[in-house]
Nanobody, 123 residues
Framework: VQLQASGGGLVQAGGSLTLSCAAS???????YAWFRQAPGKEREGLSC????????YYTDSVKGRFTISRDSAENTVYLLMNDLEPEDTAVYYC??????????????????WGQGTQVTVSS
Protein backbone atom coordinates (compact mmCIF):
# COMPACT_ATOMS: atom_id res chain seq x y z
CA VAL A 1 0.00 0.00 0.00
CA GLN A 2 1.24 3.45 -0.89
CA LEU A 3 -0.23 6.67 0.45
CA GLN A 4 0.40 10.00 -1.24
CA ALA A 5 -0.55 13.10 0.73
CA SER A 6 -0.98 16.45 -0.95
CA GLY A 7 -2.73 19.77 -0.59
CA GLY A 8 -0.60 21.50 2.00
CA GLY A 9 0.46 25.09 1.65
CA LEU A 10 0.51 28.54 3.16
CA VAL A 11 -2.76 30.04 4.33
CA GLN A 12 -3.78 32.96 6.51
CA ALA A 13 -5.42 32.43 9.86
CA GLY A 14 -9.10 31.82 9.45
CA GLY A 15 -8.60 30.27 6.03
CA SER A 16 -9.21 26.77 4.76
CA LEU A 17 -7.27 23.97 3.12
CA THR A 18 -8.20 20.52 1.93
CA LEU A 19 -5.63 17.76 2.20
CA SER A 20 -5.84 14.67 0.03
CA CYS A 21 -4.42 11.21 0.59
CA ALA A 22 -4.39 9.02 -2.51
CA ALA A 23 -4.05 5.31 -1.79
CA SER A 24 -2.84 2.60 -4.11
CA UNK A 25 -2.20 -1.10 -3.78
CA UNK A 26 -4.19 -3.65 -1.84
CA UNK A 27 -6.79 -1.47 -0.16
CA UNK A 28 -9.15 -3.99 1.42
CA UNK A 29 -10.24 -3.35 5.00
CA UNK A 30 -8.27 -0.13 5.32
CA UNK A 31 -9.24 2.55 7.81
CA TYR A 32 -7.46 5.87 7.42
CA ALA A 33 -6.23 8.58 9.72
CA TRP A 34 -4.61 11.98 9.63
CA PHE A 35 -1.80 12.97 11.96
CA ARG A 36 0.35 16.05 12.26
CA GLN A 37 3.67 16.93 13.79
CA ALA A 38 4.71 20.46 14.66
CA PRO A 39 8.38 21.36 15.22
CA GLY A 40 9.54 20.20 18.61
CA LYS A 41 6.27 18.38 19.35
CA GLU A 42 5.14 14.78 19.26
CA ARG A 43 3.04 13.50 16.41
CA GLU A 44 -0.65 14.07 17.11
CA GLY A 45 -3.57 12.06 15.81
CA LEU A 46 -6.29 14.32 14.41
CA SER A 47 -9.04 12.33 12.76
CA CYS A 48 -9.80 8.89 11.42
CA UNK A 49 -12.41 7.21 9.23
CA UNK A 50 -13.47 3.59 9.01
CA UNK A 51 -13.19 1.39 5.96
CA UNK A 52 -16.76 2.04 4.90
CA UNK A 53 -16.78 5.70 5.86
CA UNK A 54 -19.46 5.29 8.51
CA UNK A 55 -17.18 5.69 11.51
CA UNK A 56 -15.30 8.90 12.08
CA TYR A 57 -13.48 10.35 15.05
CA TYR A 58 -11.91 13.72 15.79
CA THR A 59 -9.54 14.80 18.49
CA ASP A 60 -10.76 17.74 20.54
CA SER A 61 -8.30 20.22 19.06
CA VAL A 62 -9.85 19.93 15.59
CA LYS A 63 -13.44 18.91 16.33
CA GLY A 64 -15.85 21.27 14.62
CA ARG A 65 -13.16 22.71 12.34
CA PHE A 66 -11.85 19.69 10.42
CA THR A 67 -13.86 17.14 8.44
CA ILE A 68 -12.58 13.80 7.23
CA SER A 69 -14.14 12.02 4.27
CA ARG A 70 -13.31 9.36 1.76
CA ASP A 71 -14.09 8.69 -1.87
CA SER A 72 -13.84 4.93 -2.27
CA ALA A 73 -14.19 5.14 -6.05
CA GLU A 74 -11.13 7.40 -6.20
CA ASN A 75 -9.30 5.63 -3.34
CA THR A 76 -8.76 9.01 -1.75
CA VAL A 77 -9.24 10.33 1.76
CA TYR A 78 -9.69 14.02 2.41
CA LEU A 79 -9.24 16.33 5.35
CA LEU A 80 -11.11 19.60 5.02
CA MET A 81 -9.62 22.11 7.42
CA ASN A 82 -11.57 25.27 8.20
CA ASP A 83 -10.87 28.20 10.49
CA LEU A 84 -7.18 27.44 10.53
CA GLU A 85 -5.05 28.85 13.32
CA PRO A 86 -1.28 29.44 13.52
CA GLU A 87 -1.21 26.56 16.01
CA ASP A 88 -2.27 24.26 13.16
CA THR A 89 1.09 24.78 11.47
CA ALA A 90 2.70 21.36 11.11
CA VAL A 91 3.58 18.58 8.74
CA TYR A 92 0.44 16.55 8.11
CA TYR A 93 0.56 12.80 7.48
CA CYS A 94 -2.01 10.29 6.34
CA UNK A 95 -1.86 6.74 7.55
CA UNK A 96 -3.84 3.52 7.18
CA UNK A 97 -4.47 0.34 9.11
CA UNK A 98 -6.34 -2.85 8.27
CA UNK A 99 -9.26 -3.44 10.58
CA UNK A 100 -12.73 -4.89 10.30
CA UNK A 101 -14.59 -1.97 11.83
CA UNK A 102 -14.11 1.49 13.23
CA UNK A 103 -10.88 3.44 13.15
CA UNK A 104 -8.05 4.40 15.43
CA UNK A 105 -5.66 7.25 16.13
CA UNK A 106 -3.08 5.05 17.79
CA UNK A 107 0.20 6.24 16.33
CA UNK A 108 1.86 2.84 16.70
CA UNK A 109 -1.23 1.09 15.39
CA UNK A 110 -0.86 2.19 11.79
CA UNK A 111 0.27 -0.23 9.09
CA UNK A 112 1.09 2.32 6.41
CA TRP A 113 2.22 5.94 6.31
CA GLY A 114 2.35 8.52 3.59
CA GLN A 115 4.92 11.23 3.27
CA GLY A 116 4.04 14.48 4.96
CA THR A 117 2.64 17.65 3.50
CA GLN A 118 3.47 20.98 5.09
CA VAL A 119 0.70 23.26 6.30
CA THR A 120 1.69 26.75 7.40
CA VAL A 121 -0.85 29.14 8.87
CA SER A 122 0.20 32.76 9.13
CA SER A 123 -1.25 35.14 11.68
Amino acid sequence: VQLQASGGGLVQAGGSLTLSCAASGSLDYLAYAWFRQAPGKEREGLSCIGRRGYSTYYTDSVKGRFTISRDSAENTVYLLMNDLEPEDTAVYYCAAVRRLSGCTLRDNGMDYWGQGTQVTVSS
